[in-house]
């Protein structure tokens, strides 16, 4: 009687330590996964890039203010789409494939400005003058 009541408690033991174990794996990583993790460290790198980049475009006059507005709305998508994949995994992480699709869109995005970026320097550029046409000696 006394084994099997020592052979009891030391299972139960195991099981409860084994548990809380467990749990202190989980709680241990809890918080400190979003900020470092380096896919989630990656696409938050590329948006702050991103927007930073179209203050100075904005500031230096190659993006108009309308178009740093709809880059940053559709940074602003992503951003919203990376939270949405993230609870979909438990909140906690970016598998590579939503990374891959993340930095994707993001690629679009940055394409989009350099094309109004050229666009709008294209419209900066003054038209050459017209040549006068040489005079005929008679």
């Known amino acids: 009687m006394l084994k099997s009541s020592i052979f009891m408690i030391l299972i139960a033991g195991l099981c409860f330590g084994g ?8 709680k241990k990583h809890e918080g400190k996964w979003d900020k470092k993790h380096p896919r989630q460290k990656e696409v938050n790198g590329r948006l702050q890039n991103q927007k930073d980049r179209v203050k100075q475009d904005e500031a230096n006059g ?5 178009q ?20 979909r995994n438990g909140g906690d992480y970016l598998t590579k ?3 891959a699709k993340l930095n994707k869109e993001e690629n679009g995005v ?3 400005i350099k094309q109004d970026q050229a666009g709008n320097a ?13 005079p005929t000696n008679p």
């Open 97 to 99: 494939g939503q990374q």
């Open 110 to 112: 940055s394409k989009e």
């Open 122 to 134: 294209a419209a900066a550029t003054p038209a050459p003058a017209p040549v006068a046409p040489a």
């Open 68 to 87: 740093g507005n709809q880059v940053n709305q559709q940074d602003r998508k992503i951003y919203r789409q990376e939270q949405n994949m993230k609870k």
């Open 19 to 26: 548990l809380s174990m467990a749990d202190y794996g989980t």
């Open 62 to 66: 190659s993006l108009t203010q309308q």
